[in-house]
């Protein structure tokens, strides 16, 4: 098989729908649990930065209130319990550790709610980072599996939080890759991915070709000992 | 785990090679296995219009030679034994069916050889494409065990054969994702894919990470699907 294959299939009969007509996200409250961690820490700055209503969730209150003080731009602080009941989207950015734990205990809260898992499970050993296969699938069917009532995606793997969180960098040079079953979801997590300057939000398959898309993360680490870089991932031809 | 986490190692004690001073490869003689594929054929007149001595390999020798007489470029054709034991570098690109039965029976013409395999084991079903998880891990870590005398490496996994074999196209803009154990046979690897215009090879993990970078396949070919494309990958920030 080649990456061409795809193009074999027959074309439809109704006119495709414009992949880049994306709709306006700009009044949605993103949460973002994991919020004090330096990936969360990171999207919750650059989606502040770009006009976006953020709230930081952690197990603590007071930690979540203290991050979201020191990055200023009118982000809000709450445990991961009220964070998920006051937005609209909910980016998973908890260790995956306490990936399940977290969200199976957010069950209720998060019935309803698009949630954007972007955790990657990596093992780390003498010879580097290595991916770890969850059961599901991946952490985003994991996520899938434990929130039956949520609209579950998952994006935003690649981003450098040493890159999010650098205040010098303007424009981020790197595409999002969107994985989800309903082209509703996915096109809303890609137009919240736009909101980041520079940042593209692609559409990459369905939830269940999530695992190598969480998987590379342990490829570019490698890529950035070796080239000394905070490796991005651009896709050409489109 | 993010991204960055790589970085976190210590320095190391003596300067560390530039990675992008890889070896002269231009004398090399290199075999393509399943050179009459789509896949394999683009990548052996990519290569060839380089300044590469190339072999093109299949079950049956004249079809090889007649492959190789359509591309010209001084291009020959061989059944895959004697493709085998005639190249320096020996490309993989059979179907992932036969990929197994081929390279066990050319074991000991591939002992001692260097062997980059770029085989993308995929299901494919009403939903688009799917990534299948050889028992080995990956088709590359397959080869490595089938091949105990041989080097295995894992590269060109994401290129378009329609772009490969489209010769209105001068420079293909897309990097070359390379994989394996030993530094020397990457760097060869890395220094092959550079001899075709626009292309960089980038190393990018241990073969152990190689099932990651086969299955990212089906997300192209969904990119593909999506936005009409033949979906290359770029680095940023390398």
């Known amino acids: 098989m080649t990456v061409d294959s795809g193009n074999e299939t027959p074309a439809p009969k109704v006119p495709a729908k414009d992949p880049?007509?994306?709709?306006?996200?700009?009044?949605?409250v993103v949460g973002v649990l994991g919020g004090?961690?330096?990936?969360?820490?990171?999207?919750?700055?650059r989606l502040a930065k770009a006009g976006q209503q953020v709230i930081i969730g952690s197990r603590a209150a007071d930690r979540a209130r203290a991050t979201a003080d020191r990055l200023g731009l009118g982000v809000q602080g709450a445990d991961n319990t009220e964070t998920a009941r006051r937005s609209d989207v909910v980016i998973v950015a908890v260790p995956w550790e306490g990936h399940g734990e977290t969200l199976e205990?957010?069950?209720g809260e998060l019935a309803g709610k698009l949630v954007v898992d972007c955790v990657n499970p990596l093992g780390f050993d003498?010879?580097?980072a290595y991916a770890l296969k969850p059961e599901e699938g991946s952490a985003a069917q994991q996520a899938a599996a434990l929130l039956p009532e949520s609209r579950v995606t998952a994006a935003f793997h690649h981003l450098s939080a040493v890159t999010l969180e650098d205040p010098e960098v303007e424009s981020i040079d790197t595409d999002v890759l969107v994985l989800g079953d309903s082209r509703a979801d996915t096109d809303l997590v890609q137009a919240l991915a736009a909101r980041i300057?520079?940042?593209r939000?692609?559409?990459?398959?369905?939830?269940r070709g999530a695992h190598q898309v969480e998987a590379l993360v342990a490829n570019l680490i490698s890529v950035n000992r070796r080239y000394k870089a905070h490796a991005g991932l651009r896709l050409t031809d489109v």
């Open 20 to 28: 880049w007509e994306l709709p306006d996200v700009s009044g949605l």
């Open 36 to 45: 004090t961690g330096p990936q969360g820490r990171g999207l919750a700055y």
């Open 105 to 107: 205990a957010l069950r």
């Open 126 to 128: 003498k010879q580097g």
């Open 197 to 199: 300057p520079g940042i």
């Open 201 to 207: 939000g692609v559409f990459a398959g369905r939830l």
